[in-house]
């Protein structure tokens, strides 16, 4: 039904670069690097995210439908995520200036 | 001439007859469960939601709790789980080819490795139990400063891993599912679409692993 | 007016109710159209249900020292909303009408997944019964929104159980909300085009996004208000660090768009029935299927304003404040097409027609004061108190119920076979707008002099108002009433209908007999006009009786 196989090559080398990206990301985070640890974590778990939809779910040949639910889910858990979080980070801010 | 006729045959009676064709069934179905993955992204968010409130809230507490929180073990349940995506996907393309033999292997292989996984959940979940670190009445914490927003912590550990626990337990009832149905030769490479559905599914719950360990294990662990 | 019947007299021609007898039959039946019925059965249950809540709390608000105590009455006031909310509103129409209809209307032979469409009905019976046994267990008074702390540490009532029953009935809702979804993707008939569409579909489509994007959170929500209750980890505790505003954020993130679930299969109703009456396609066809999706992508932006008053920051109030006003301009989108529809229009007054009416006025008040709540400065004054109440009364039951009544008015020659009396319709919309009005618009001035939402007892000075509230609602109970006796009587009883009572447009009427067969058409739908192709079809609408 889906036309073309993919090669066990592709799939193994994906494998091994998640394997890779897994030790990397225990690596880094024994370094001490205060705020960057998060942000450094995050990137190798988004990445390591993208290559399992890319490849392993086979996102990147499938329909547009398909892409555009996938973009959708991600987009609506990150509207959840920021305007929660904005409302605890703005609780402390003070009044702005009156430009009135 | 018999083979593809056979597969013919085979893939249309596997055609529901509210769909024109089969083309348009597998469509349906790819869909569906992507539809359904939105819902468990939205679902997990939730909780995604909760935990980023209370560590950017308590980042004490959170760096002290983080030190219970066994690196290695984590690293290794993450190994296992992408192996069994590995195993999964692997799973699908012999389908795919119409090996039945491989296919039921590399079924077999992923339903082991998700056993693993949830094996290796247990000891750590057995860890927290001795070391009271289950939130209720025999919560204990060494810190008293952090008791509370400890267990605050503890629960959300314990909502997130058991909830991500409890659809891998769901997967494993899936794989088991599917290897049946592969031995008695339901699959062929004209029809397979239960095995690459639950393919998605399984490495969905991969994925949400791939962001609970580093959130979980490493963040806050040099401290 | 003459139509030759392309099909064999109702009576005599197997269609999906008489294919097959007997209970097994029902419940495990896969066809979309059974299981509409099957759900019609149990949401109308459930509203009177929740109707017998509402009719103790109008009782008890006679006077201001009330016949219940507090806690009983808290009690009320939570299952009432409990059930209205959950177990009518957010099913009714699409898992009723939208079941039927969608198929029919995009020239399909069933749903995508009919099995999963049978179990999205058992899991709304499963969570429906648990919801039961914590009423008959003594009900819960945390509200129908469990707030915490109190529903998560305070509260003696049954608040898991009821939080499971909700729970379960989510997943109902999420299955309803991906089939439709991949239903209208993936399963038009040939020529059935996204721009020609009715927009029933759409709305029905904008709808199923939300179902689908928003009920996971409010599981998880319950989830954790569960577990919380189990074991008082402190997770919205404030006494040991828990904040109970989180609660709120995420209970709301999918209650404010659930809004949007109970209020867009309405429009879509409507939609239908101002162009079948006025005998002319909607005015801007484009812009009304654009503001389904708007309304279904903004609606989750603007949770935020019912946490004004909560302790939420100043600058993300001030963002949910903006975009709730934002989100109210598709729906004045709407509200301007249908106006313009039916200007101009051949317009005629039957019963579906006069619950449209009814719609776009109400609604058009309901949404104008949501306007007032969403500003900051007045919402301080009014929220909690009745003026919420109205507000949202008037575009859920002013709205979306008369919708219901519309569409269930509209459609029931198609789902039955037969015909309702006219005159008793139209008197029990008459009454029904007459009681709603009756009872909500009272409770506006109500609120807006201050008094409280969710109080057993209240200050004198109110009672007028009350009493009339409580005439108004007595009012609107008899019109409730009229069409479950006079709909169940013309089911076994009415005039058998033709084809086409209205002279509608639309697949399900024209290519699929009424009431339809199992598989809905006997050949394959093709479509070759846009949607609401009024100007080929003669201009009056006769009944006959």
Not at chain 3, 63 to 73: E, I, L, S, V
Not at chain 3, 149 to 176: E, K, Q, R, W
Not at chain 3, 438 to 450: A, D, H, I, R
């Amino acid at each position: 039904m889906n036309h073309h196989v993919v090669s066990t090559r592709l799939y193994t080398a994906v494998f091994i670069a998640l394997l890779a990206l897994t030790v990397t990301t225990v690596a880094v985070s024994k370094v001490e690097l205060g705020e960057l640890n998060l942000v450094v974590a995050m990137t190798i778990a988004v990445v390591k995210a993208m290559l399992v939809v890319m490849f392993f779910m086979d996102v990147r040949r499938a329909s547009s439908l398909t892409k555009l639910f996938v973009i959708a889910g991600l987009f609506w858990m990150a509207i959840m995520l920021v305007f929660l979080v904005s409302d605890y980070v703005s609780r402390g801010w003070l009044p702005g200036p009156r430009w009135f | 001439m018999a083979h593809s006729e056979a597969t013919l045959v085979a893939s249309n009676s596997n055609l529901r007859h509210h769909f024109d064709d089969t083309a348009q069934q597998f469509e349906s179905s790819t869909l569906g469960m992507w539809v359904f993955l939105v819902t468990e992204i939205m679902f997990f968010g939730g909780m995604f939601g909760a935990y980023t409130v209370y560590r950017q809230l308590y980042p004490d507490a959170f760096a002290s709790t983080s030190r219970f929180m066994n690196v290695t073990i984590g690293a290794i349940n993450t190994a296992v789980l992408i192996c069994s995506s590995f195993t999964m996907v692997l799973a699908v393309r012999s389908a795919q080819l119409g090996k039945k033999k491989a296919l039921i292997l590399f079924l077999v292989a992923t339903l082991i490795l998700g056993c693993v996984f949830l094996g290796v959940k247990y000891t750590e979940y057995h860890e927290k139990w001795i070391d009271h670190h289950i939130p209720g009445p025999y919560f204990q914490y060494a810190d008293s400063r952090y008791f509370h927003q400890a267990q605050i912590l503890f629960f959300l550990y314990f909502a997130m891993t058991g909830m991500h626990a409890i659809h891998m337990i769901v997967g494993a009832g899936l794989l088991t599912t599917l290897i049946v149905m592969a031995a008695r030769d339901r699959f062929s490479s004209a029809w397979y679409t239960p095995v690459e559905m639950i393919g998605l599914y399984w490495h969905f719950v991969d994925i949400v692993w791939i962001f609970l360990f580093p959130l979980l294990y490493l963040i806050g662990h040099t401290k | 007016m003459s139509t030759t019947l392309p099909f064999a007299q109702t009576e005599t021609r197997v269609n999906y109710l008489n294919v097959e007898y007997g209970w097994k039959s029902w419940l495990f039946t896969t066809d979309h159209k059974r299981i509409a019925l099957l759900y019609l059965f149990s949401i109308t249950a459930f509203f009177f249900v929740g109707g017998a809540f509402a009719v103790g709390m109008r009782l008890n608000l006679l006077t201001p020292d009330g016949m219940f105590d507090h806690d009983t009455y808290n009690k009320l006031f939570t299952m009432h909303g409990v059930v209205m909310v959950f177990f009518f509103l957010v099913p009714s129409i699409p898992a009723t009408l939208g079941n039927f209809l969608v198929p029919l209307m995009i020239g399909a032979r069933d749903l995508a997944f009919p099995r999963i469409n049978l179990l999205s009905w058992y899991l709304y019976i499963i969570g429906s019964i648990i919801a039961l046994t914590a009423i008959v267990e003594g009900g819960v008074d945390t509200g129908w929104t469990f707030y915490a702390p109190f529903s998560s540490t305070y509260s003696n009532s049954n608040v898991i159980v009821s939080a499971l029953g909700v729970f379960i009935s989510g997943f109902s809702s999420i299955l309803t909300g991906l089939n439709f979804i991949v239903t209208i993707h993936t399963m038009r008939a040939p020529g059935m085009t996204w721009n020609r569409l009715p927009l029933f579909v759409w709305g029905h489509y904008a709808t199923s996004l939300i179902q689908v994007l928003g009920t996971p959170v409010i599981a998880i929500t319950l989830v954790l208000l569960m577990l919380e209750r189990l074991f008082h980890a402190g997770i919205f505790d404030p006494r040991v660090g828990g904040d109970p505003v989180l609660f709120q954020h995420l209970f709301w993130f999918y209650s404010h768009p659930a809004v949007y679930i109970m209020i867009l299969p309405g429009m879509a109703v409507v939609s239908e029935i101002v162009c079948c009456f006025s005998r002319k396609g909607i005015f801007g066809y484009t812009f009304v299927a654009i503001s389904s999706i708007a309304i279904a992508v903004l609606g989750f932006l603007v949770w935020g304003h019912h946490l004004f008053v909560a302790g939420q920051s100043l600058y993300a109030s001030m963002m949910f404040s903006f975009l709730s006003f934002l989100v109210a301009i598709p729906s004045a989108i709407k509200v301007f097409n249908w106006t313009a529809t039916i200007y101009r229009g051949s317009v005629t007054y039957e019963t579906p027609m006069l619950y449209a009416f009814g719609f776009i006025g109400l609604f058009t008040m309901g949404g104008l004061t949501g306007l007032f709540l969403a500003t900051m400065a007045v919402d301080v004054h009014v929220t909690d108190t009745y003026f919420v109440i109205a507000h949202f009364h008037y575009v859920m039951v002013g709205g979306m119920v008369m919708a219901y009544l519309g569409g269930i008015h509209f459609w029931f020659p198609k789902i039955t076979g037969r015909m309702y009396p006219e005159g008793w319709a139209r008197f029990a919309a008459l009454v029904v707008f007459v009681g709603f009005n009756l009872t909500f618009f009272p409770q506006f001035l109500l609120g807006y002099q201050g008094m409280p939402r969710r109080y057993a007892h209240y200050p004198p000075e109110f009672q007028v108002l009350n009493v009339m509230s409580t005439a108004g609602a007595s009012i609107l109970a008899l019109g409730y009433l009229l069409p479950m006796i006079y709909l169940t009587w013309s089911w076994r009883k009415g005039p058998l209908a033709s084809q086409n009572p209205w002279n509608a447009k639309g697949l399900e009427w024209e290519q699929a007999a009424t009431p339809p067969p199992t598989f809905n058409f006997d050949h394959q739908p093709v479509v070759t006009e846009p949607a609401y192709n009024y100007s080929g079809v003669e201009r009056e609408v006769h009944l006959g009786s």
